[in-house]
Nanobody, 126 residues
């Protein structure tokens, strides 16, 4: 079992930045590939970014590429999502998730993730 707790969300003006954190507890955090997803009201949950277990490679949705950076610190059992140049359309609840699958095909699909956090709200005002 892996428990995930997100933090760092909030209200920010367009063009601003936020850094989301996801603290993990439980077994073998460093063996999981990690992802961030988001869900806006009335929309499906969508992939934002993922990072391999070693932190060696990140994957991004086209909508956030160049504006977001995913990273992790396995010594602290934490994964981060740095978001810059935020836009109103980034407004959503952001979730972190852990997957035992490997490969970009799997990272972008929510049903491939084994564990989820409760989410943190990000609101970007125009």
């Amino acid at each position: 079992q892996v428990q995930l707790v997100e933090s760092g969300g909030g209200l920010v003006q367009a063009g601003g930045s936020l850094r989301l954190s996801c603290a993990a507890s439980g077994r073998s955090f460093s063996s999981y590939n990690m992802g961030w997803f988001r869900q806006a009201p009335g929309k499906e949950r969508e992939f934002v970014a993922a990072i391999t277990w070693s932190g060696g490679r990140g994957y991004y949705a086209d909508s956030v590429k160049g504006r977001c950076t995913i990273s992790r610190d396995n010594a602290k059992n934490t994964v981060y999502l740095q978001m810059n140049s935020l836009k109103p359309e980034d407004t959503a609840v952001y979730y972190c998730a852990a997957t035992s699958y490997s490969g970009s095909y799997y990272y972008t699909r929510a049903n491939n993730y084994d564990y989820w956090g409760q989410g943190t709200q990000v609101t970007v005002s125009s």
